[in-house]
């Protein structure tokens, strides 16, 4: 059940609005020697989810959190080194008996309060099993992952055990930040792109629709959103067997190509370049202005194709945003 108007209203948020680029964001970022800290911070936590909504007045928030928490509550050790992003630890500890539900009450706690008192409806998150798996098994992203897809041929049986785990326990984890106020959710696979043909259906198609599927039979009002990233021609097969109610285009996809073989019914959502927000110039708006020309007429929300970047340029943004001012 569709609850917000989506043809022609142009709704816009952005993947990774709350970040590095905000100055009031790097205030509270530096009370902490560990990212995993900040993101149990049920305070801060609430403070720099409503940030980007009260400067830009967007039209949804985004809880601020990470797709590897989940990995941190199964057992693993979960850090953000600097310059290189997550590391996991610990992988073989990933077991359905280490799985510690209390490790996540700060986050739920956050998104109860932000329910009371945020303006505009807030998105929850997971990441995609594969794309939490790639982290687990690589304990990295270096080198495009190629420890996992090693693993992923030569002990596949262990992998799909980890991609059985991660999947049950995004189900609950997900499930819990409806339970306590998310009005829409979001699946990341941020890595789905990475994988051949022959893998596809098995760790992206058949994941990501039990998930979608679970959480449909239990909660038919609220908006599932998925971004597999980089699937190209693929985004035709996801969104007919997964049928998120919101597919999320990346920037390296034809609009044009998904808006032909997309059902209507599916409301589209991106794929600005984010790379254009950086620049110090306006050529991004000549952009914006193409994308909202062609979707108009057709259910869609104005975002990027991936994540912020820390170098995106605040007055860039907001140049953007009054733009689409214009034509709501």
């Known amino acids: 059940m569709e609850k917000y108007n989506y043809i022609n209203s142009y709704k816009t948020w952005f993947m990774r609005q ?13 009370k902490y020697e560990s990212f995993v800290d900040f993101c149990y911070s049920t305070e801060d936590v609430v403070k720099v989810t409503k940030q980007p909504v009260e400067r830009f007045n967007l039209d949804f928030g985004i809880l601020f959190s990470d797709i590897l928490i989940i990995l941190d509550a199964l057992g693993a050790k979960v850090s953000f080194l600097k310059n290189e992003g997550p590391h996991i630890e610990d992988a073989n500890n990933i077991l359905e008996e280490n799985f510690n539900e209390k490790k996540l009450e700060n986050i739920y706690s956050a998104i109860k309060s932000l329910n009371n008192n945020l303006k505009v409806p807030l998105i929850g998150f997971i990441g995609g099993p594969f794309t939490v798996g790639c982290y687990l098994t690589q304990g990295s992203k270096k080198n495009d992952f ?9 002990n596949h049986e262990m992998f799909d055990k980890y991609i059985k785990i991660i999947t049950k326990y995004s189900i609950i984890h997900l499930q819990n930040q409806i339970n306590n106020g998310c009005k829409i959710v979001k699946i990341f696979d941020s890595w789905a792109g990475i994988l051949p043909y022959s893998q596809y259906k098995k760790y992206i198609l058949e994941p990501n629709n039990e998930i979608v599927s679970t959480l449909k039979s239990k909660n038919p009002d609220v908006e599932i959103i998925c971004l597999p990233k980089g699937s190209g021609e693929k985004y035709v097969e996801f969104a007919s067997i997964v049928k998120p109610d919101i597919l999320a285009i990346d920037q390296f996809t034809d609009i044009n190509f998904i808006k ?60 953007v945003l009054n733009l689409i001012g214009e034509y709501k």
């Open 18 to 30: 709350a970040g590095r680029y905000l100055p009031e964001y790097m205030e509270v970022r530096k």
């Open 146 to 154: 190629e420890n996992t897809k090693k693993i992923l041929y030569q």
């Open 260 to 319: 032909k073989n997309i059902s209507d019914e599916i409301c589209l959502q991106g794929n600005l370049d984010p790379m254009l927000l950086t620049l110090p110039n306006d050529i991004v708006l000549d952009e914006v202005k193409n994308l909202i020309t062609s979707f108009k007429d057709r259910k869609f929300i104005f975002n990027v194709g991936h994540g912020l970047v820390p170098e995106t340029k605040i007055d860039i943004v907001e140049k």
